[in-house]
Every structure is written in C-alpha cells, then in structure tokens.
C-alpha cells in the first residue's frame, strides 16, 4: 500500500479526481470524515491500495501494510486570524519532526520508501518542532471552557499566552458571556453550540434566520475577489448557486438552523453587528474610503468597490494588517441598526480634544461606541483645566514657541549647567515632556494654535527656577552687562561664548576683563557710529 500526505480535504479530494489509476483502489482519509469511511482506509484489502490523508494518519491511526509514503511537506494548522477575529486553518510547511513521523509510517512491517517532495537545501529551512497550537490559534473558545469549568489554573503542557486570553475574554464580556470573570447563563448557552462564540452569540441572540451567515463566517469566502459586500454571498446561498463551496456552506447552515431557536433579527447586518462588537466601522471624514473601528483599529477599502461610500459597516474580515488593514468583506448597516444592537454599549462622553484639522482645542459632547463616536455636539461647559490640558497636546505637536527673551533665558541656563551647576534642563525634549509641571499652571485661556505663537514661556520659565537658583542664574550667567557709565547692556548667550557689543567709550574705566560664567565675556567694540 501507499500513503500520501496532502494539507487538507480539498487537496485530497482534487487528487482523487485528477488520478486515473484503474488498478490501485484510492482512499481518502482525514478527520471530518465519517467513521465507516475511515475503516475503508484502514482495513487490509487485496490489491494495491493508495490513501491520501492528512496529518491525521501521521501518529493517531494505525494503517497496515503501508510500503511507501509521499510526503508533500504541508500541512493545514489552526492560527488566529487577524483579519476575521477567529481561527482559520493555514497551510504551512511541516516541521523536522513531522517529517520524521511521516516517514516512519514506510516499512513498518517490512522494508518501504519515502518520497519527499522537497529539495535537500528546503529540509535545511524546516523548523525543528511543529508550534504548539496553543501558542498561535485564537483562545476565545478556551476562555470560555475555562470560566464554564471555573477554573483558570489548569496545568498546560504548554501555557496559553495572557496576552491572547486576556483579549479572549475581553470578546467574551463584550458578548455577554462573562460577567467579571464569571460564565453566565448566556455564556453557559454558547458554551453548548459547536462555534466560535461570536457566531454562537448571534445565532443564540438572532435565531434561525442568522444561521446562512454564521455557515458563511465559519468558513473560507467562497467569492473571494468579488468585491467585500457579504450580502452578495448570502444570495448566492439563499439561490443555491451549483457550486462545491456554496453546497457546503449551504448544508452547514441547514445543520446550524436545527440548533438555532425561533428568528428574533432577520436583518444580516444586525446579525453580523453581534458577532462583531469591535468591527462596527465609522467612515472617517475626507474622499479616501477609510474607517475607523469600535475597537480602535483602522481599515480601509478600495474606491471602486460597492460598499466605498457606505458610513457605517460591519467589518466581518480583513487582510489583518496591524496598522490600516483592508476589509475583504463586510456588510453596511445604518445607525439606527447600531443603536438597536449595541443600545447598551453607547455611552455619552464629555471630550476635550486637540483637534490638529481645526488647529485648536475643542469641546464636545460625543455618543460613542468603543472607538468611534456616533454623533458629536459643541460642548460650552469645558472647564478651563480640561481646556488647558487639551491644549498641551497640541503644544506638543506644534512645538515650543518662544520670545527673544525667553531664547536668552534658556540659553543663561543652559550655560550654568555647563560650568557644572545644578539647575533645571531646559531643552527642547525635557521641556515637551514635562509641560504640565511648568507651563500648565501659566497658559491661562490658550486654545488655539495662533494664541499659542503669540504666547511668552518666559514667566514659566522663569517661574521652574526657586529663589537660589535665580540668585546662581543671575550671578554666573547676568541677563545684562552694566558699562562704568551705568548703562545696562543685554548679553548674547546665542553664539558659542557670551557676548556683547557697544562704543569703546563705554568700556573707559574698566580694568579686567569681564568674566561669565568662568568663561570671558566676547565684547566686540563700536565704532561712533555703532560699527565693529
């Protein structure tokens, strides 16, 4: 017999459709099928025999007289996908070890071969083990057994993520199956039903008419390329298209509809709105089609397709890109749709802002969900700290603005601090960082970017120094230089060394070279006519 290992049933079944191989009786092998046709597999029988199968048959079944193995070096996993919010199986390449097990399936009772279809430097790249599926795969579904079980402190093989559990059950709570920690009786009902607990969620809340679209959501997009408008698909199931894919969704759905209860939503959108709490897409302002997320996230689509100049979408998968991913499928859905669905979760938030597109800060009364706000009004009752901290946020994307004065200030400081004493930095960087210990309690009404340009630091400046530190500032490093005629002349602490400049004159009865800062002072005499 021979035995080949393929990634998947779709793999396997396309294998047993292209071979024409009259003497070799051909089996298929692979979890989700039926236990009688597993045994076909299993069982001796005479003549030549060709199974293709999964990773199933690599250690958990035992299949005689196997003299040859075919390794194709894939195999399908189960990984978190970014994009849909779930798991998805993903083909990658098998491990050292995997291949290891594949090939001692060859010559158990007496001498076989192997056949990998791979070259000597691609063995070279393989990693060692096979990934622990706990360590990649979404734990929403374990969070929810965990809380059910009432138990957190299970002793892994290999310890699940806290980061990834955390998120689970974030998700769990957002749906209503946990409360505190703690499974609920909603949570109990999901736990029950063979599906995510998003797709459980809406189709325990929604009833039998969500059951198309919890089938099309479990599995792979049957129209992928065909533009991201889910409803495009549900037709396609509700007509039953002759094709494989929508077959197998289609009997899905038939099998989900027995579990489901009476319809309670029949509107895919608010279905979809259930499953996908922190997928509810606001479009930002502007002509790009680009949304922003309940949770947070940032996805965009391309300009021609159909759902580009919708407002609202539920987002139901993306590429999973981290920084703006791009929806491969969703569903417009209305305001008043949000409002119905998520009515608990909307909450009124008073926010004072800096605005970068109005250059000012402003205040408003917003209706939000999550991350995205469903309405926004002008809101008069700002206190002024809430203003003043606002502003310091657009002060920090403005940058620092300052007097002549206030440029001589920091350049007095920064002299002393590099004769070696101690006074408060004042660069750039520090000054940003620390905005709301010295400016804050002197910005008074600023709101906007042109008060801010016309604003003196000067006072805060000079307000972060105590008495003894103005008392070293103004002894080692003086703002003015006072000539023998009592006339006061300002000190440029611009250049690389102190300087003044005024009429030779000016500087008759004086006997030593002035001194700053233990550094000569640069004077640079005038002419009568006030040249150098």
């Known amino acids: 017999g021979m035995l080949a290992f393929l990634p998947g049933e779709g793999e396997i079944r396309r294998v047993m459709t292209a071979l024409d191989l009259p003497d070799v009786t051909i089996l298929p092998l692979y979890g989700a099928l039926p236990f009688r046709e597993q045994q076909k597999a299993l069982l001796p029988i005479d003549g030549r025999k060709l199974i293709l199968a999964t990773a199933i048959a690599e250690t958990s079944l035992t299949i005689p007289d196997i003299r040859v193995v075919i390794d194709g070096g894939k195999a399908r996993r189960a990984r978190f996908d970014a994009g849909s919010g779930m798991s998805r199986l993903v083909t990658e390449r098998v491990s050292r070890a995997e291949a290891d097990q594949r090939r001692g399936r060859a010559g158990r009772v007496a001498e076989g071969t192997c056949y990998r279809l791979w070259t000597k430097g691609e063995e070279g790249g393989l990693a060692p083990h096979a990934p622990a599926e706990i360590e990649a795969a979404d734990l929403t579904g374990l969070a929810l057994d965990l809380a059910e079980w009432g138990s957190d402190d299970l002793p892994f093989l290999t310890e699940p993520p806290e980061a990834a559990l955390d998120q689970a059950r974030r998700l769990l709570t957002e749906v209503g199956a946990l409360d505190g920690g703690s499974i609920t009786p909603h949570g109990k009902t999901l736990a029950r039903m063979p599906l995510h607990p998003r797709l459980a969620h809406m189709l325990a809340v929604s009833g039998k008419s969500a059951a198309p679209l919890a089938a099309l959501l479990g599995d792979q997009d049957p129209m992928r390329g065909a533009g991201a408008d889910l409803s495009l698909r549900l037709t396609a199931i509700k007509d039953r298209r002759r094709d494989p894919r929508f077959d197998r969704i289609g009997a899905e759905a038939r099998r989900l509809e027995r579990l489901a209860g009476p319809t309670m939503i029949t509107d895919p959108a608010e279905q979809a709105a259930l499953a996908y709490p922190d997928r509810i897409a606001l479009r930002r302002p502007g002509d790009d089609p680009r949304w922003l997320l309940s949770g947070g996230k940032a996805a965009r689509l391309s300009p021609d397709d159909a759902l580009a100049g919708q407002r609202l979408l539920v987002v139901t998968d993306t590429d999973g890109h981290p920084t703006e991913a791009t929806i491969r499928t969703a ?94 930095a004042m660069d750039d960087q520090t000054l940003l960082s620390t905005l709301e210990a010295w400016l804050l309690p002197y910005l008074g009404p600023v709101r906007t970017a042109a008060e801010w340009k016309a604003f003196d630091i000067l006072p805060a400046l000079r307000a972060s120094l105590d008495w003894n530190q103005m008392q070293l500032l103004d002894r080692e490093a003086p703002a003015h230089f006072e000539t023998p005629l009592g006339r006061r002349i300002p000190i440029d602490y611009s250049g690389e060394a102190p300087e003044i400049a005024l009429r030779l004159q000016e500087m008759f009865g004086v006997t030593r070279h002035p001194v700053i800062a233990d550094r000569p002072l640069r004077v640079t005499l005038l002419s009568p006519a006030g040249r150098p």
């Open 331 to 424: 569903l417009a859905i209305t305001e008043a749709a949000v409002r119905e669905v998520h009515a608990d979760r909307i909450a009124e938030v008073r926010a004072v802002k800096w605005s970068r597109r109005d250059g000012r800060v402003v205040a408003r009364v917003e209706e939000r969900l999550g991350a995205i706000a469903l309405s926004s009004r002008h809101w008069k009752g700002a206190a002024p700290d809430q203003i003043a901290t606002a502003m310091l946020d657009g002060i920090r994307q403005l940058g620092l603005v300052q007097s002549d004065a206030a440029c001589r200030f920091r350049a007095r400081v920064a002299l002393v601090q590099s004769a070696g004493h101690d006074l408060p």
